[in-house]
């Protein structure tokens, strides 16, 4: 699988962005996706993630009611729809794809990684 995230951007405290990862390759329906960031310094942490049907998704708690991941099976695409943006949420962002089975949040169960977009919220 081939992953091709987009949409990031430069946004102020309270604004909203949707990123955006495209599949090609394989059947992009067999693959849980997930969400991770990295900030300068810091390590790689998972963000959000969704089941290879949709029907299942996880957050991490500082995301939790602001973030919302979806997929369209069809398009071969996943969302992250991003509100309530805060300073701390800038970071590089992933998306990720994984033939685990629900939504796995170990980088080490993600087998494909997309190329990363860059979010920056200013206060």
């Known amino acids: 699988v081939q992953l091709q995230a987009s949409g990031g951007g430069s946004v102020q405290s309270g604004g909203s962005l949707r990123l955006s990862c495209t599949a090609s390759?394989?059947?992009?329906?067999?693959?849980?996706v997930g969400w991770f960031r990295q900030a300068p310094g810091q390590e790689r942490e998972f963000v959000v993630g969704i089941s290879d049907s949709g029907g299942t998704t996880y957050s991490e708690d500082s995301v939790k009611g602001r973030f919302t991941i979806s997929r369209d099976n069809a398009k071969n695409t996943v969302y992250l729809q991003m509100n309530s943006l805060k300073p701390e949420d800038t970071a590089l962002y992933y998306c990720?794809?994984?033939?685990?089975?629900?939504?796995?949040?170990?980088?080490?169960?993600?087998?494909?990684w997309g190329q990363g977009t860059q979010v920056t919220v200013s206060s």
């Open positions: 390759g394989r059947t992009f329906s067999n693959y849980a």
């Open positions: 990720a794809a994984s033939r685990w089975f629900g939504v796995p949040t170990l980088p080490a169960a993600f087998r494909f």
